[in-house]
């Protein structure tokens, strides 16, 4: 009995496991796209890409605000040899110094690439030779402006527009990627629900032929048709047989497709919930065009290096150019000098009263750069950098003009595929019909078992293509929406500037 019992136990021990992994995911359109928007590799990539771009553009956009920096020099000792020569020879003495210091910069940059600072630093020296402490105190307010910002080349604007673009950029490849991995994944549900409706198909022309061929063989018995006719019977049902196994291997496979893209163990099963209705949209070609033209990611990616090689032209340019920068300031100074045995906080007190007193030192200076000779150097390179501005200049053209001609082709497949379902639609009810007719006719030996395959075969035929074409009909509205930017299901950008 214990035998027994261990026995049953470990049977339950090793099926758990299994009976655990095999989870049953219930799915449909919409939870297909959430799972696989939070697990893809590219998207995940993407988002972090979006995450850098907004950093670097919150720093762009920072450094036209003050900044306050600190530096501060711990006590620094030093002992230095001096050499000394008098009537009883040459000797050396040591010479030891502490040092410390302390100093602080609220600087404010200025929209012409030019900064206003105000910074005060204390620096102290205790010299032990001479037995003397010595304070300084200086506040400077100062005033820096290059020159070339005003007439060619400001690198805070740039640098700042620079950022602006590259962020907008990673936006856009956000929502084309998006976009993609919508179409892609719905692609491969849909393929997934043909697949399971066609085994549908299968298992309902399957079961027709079972009862075709019950009958045959009944009036074969009983002398009604020839031999031949119940054989072509048999045949017609081991081909049946055949295609319903087909469908189910197909079905399976595009099943493990569809988990592998959605991070589904393969061992799972799934459950897929769909509806195949559909609406009929009605879609404006020259509202398509303008906006594709508005909102492609190519285009305006074009459009953006187009910008950006024309700032590094401005950026090589002022390399040959005059340039120079305008320096000013004044200075308040003071300095104490006292013994060693004088407190430190005396010696502060002095250096700030003379501080106050002493007349300031000011001073104002014009730098001027003129390059004279550097045989074509910089002129090699401004053209070398017009050269890319025209090859972006060209592509943003011929852009334009693939994005035009690729949503005329989608449009019109798209108002054709919607003209072929519908067809296809009717089709399905006279095939239905047809058969239904020649079913009975069979059944009272109007007709021979040829023609009423015949029959089936059309009605499966048509069948298949009614799901083949609703569901390109599908896939093209998600192709016309990541072309256009538009969804013309809801009417509704998909980007609203």
């Known amino acids: 009995m214990q035998l027994k019992s261990f026995i049953f136990g470990l049977f339950i021990f090793l099926i758990t496991p299994l009976t655990i992994a095999q989870e049953v995911h ?10 696989a928007s ?3 590799f590219r998207m995940r990539i993407l988002r972090e890409d979006l995450s850098a771009a907004e950093f670097h553009l919150t720093s762009a956009t920072n450094r036209f605000k003050t900044r306050v920096d600190m530096n501060m020099l711990l006590p620094s000792f030093e002992e230095t040899m001096k050499e000394f020569e008098d009537s009883l020879g040459v000797y050396y003495s040591g010479i030891r110094q502490l040092r410390f210091s302390g100093s602080l910069e609220i600087s404010q940059p200025l929209p012409t690439d030019g900064r206003i600072f105000l910074s005060s630093q204390l620096y102290g020296l205790e010299d032990f030779e001479v037995d003397r402490n010595t304070i300084q105190l200086i506040t400077r307010l100062g005033f820096e402006q290059p020159l070339e910002a005003f007439y060619s080349f400001n690198r805070l604007q740039a640098g700042f527009r620079e950022a ?4 907008e950029l990673s936006q856009k490849e956000l929502t084309r990627a998006e976009l993609d991995l919508n179409y892609d994944v ?6 997934l629900v043909s697949a399971i409706e066609w085994e549908k198909i299968s298992k309902q022309t399957l079961q027709m032929q079972r009862e075709a061929t019950q009958l045959a063989q009944n009036k074969y018995q009983a002398g009604v048709i020839a031999e031949v006719e119940a054989l072509q019977m048999e045949i017609d049902l081991a081909e049946e047989i055949n295609n319903y196994d087909l469908a189910k291997l197909d079905r399976i496979a595009r099943a493990n497709l569809l988990k592998q893209m959605l991070d589904i163990p393969l061992n799972d099963s799934l459950a897929i919930e769909s509806e195949l209705t559909y609406t009929v949209i009605e ?3 020259e509202k398509a065009i303008e906006s594709g033209l508005r909102h492609r990611l190519e285009i305006r990616e074009r459009e953006i290096q187009k910008e950006i090689a024309d700032i590094a032209i401005r950026r090589t340019r002022v390399n040959g150019q005059i340039t120079g920068s305008i320096f000013a300031f004044y200075d308040f100074i003071g300095v104490g000098t006292n013994s060693r045995d004088t407190h430190m906080s005396s010696t502060i007190q002095n250096a700030w009263q003379e501080l106050r007193k002493r007349p300031g030192n000011r001073g104002i200076a014009l730098n001027i750069h003129i ?14 950098a017009r050269a890319n501005f025209h090859k972006t200049e060209y592509a943003w053209g011929n852009e334009k003009v693939t994005v035009e001609r690729e949503i005329r082709n989608t449009v019109s497949q798209f108002r054709s595929s919607l003209r072929r379902l519908q067809l296809l639609e009717k089709n399905v009810k006279i095939a239905m019909k047809s058969f239904d007719i020649s079913n009975q006719r069979y059944t009272n030996g109007e007709i021979n078992s040829q023609a009423l395959a015949l029959d089936r075969t059309r009605l499966s035929t048509a069948n298949i293509s009614h799901l083949q ?3 390109s009909y599908k896939l093209l509205i998600l192709d016309l929406m990541r072309k256009t930017f538009y969804d013309f299901e809801n009417n509704r950008p998909l980007n609203d500037e």
Request: aromatic fraction near 18%.
């Open 26 to 35: 219930l799915l449909d359109l919409s939870k297909c796209l959430n799972i």
């Open 38 to 40: 939070e697990s893809n």
């Open 164 to 167: 602006e673009l590259n962020y």
């Open 186 to 191: 719905s692609s491969a549900f849909y393929s």
């Open 283 to 285: 879609v404006d070609m």
């Open 371 to 384: 390059p004279i000779w550097d045989w074509g150097v910089n002129w090699a390179n401004v053209e070398a």
């Open 469 to 471: 074409a609703y569901f």
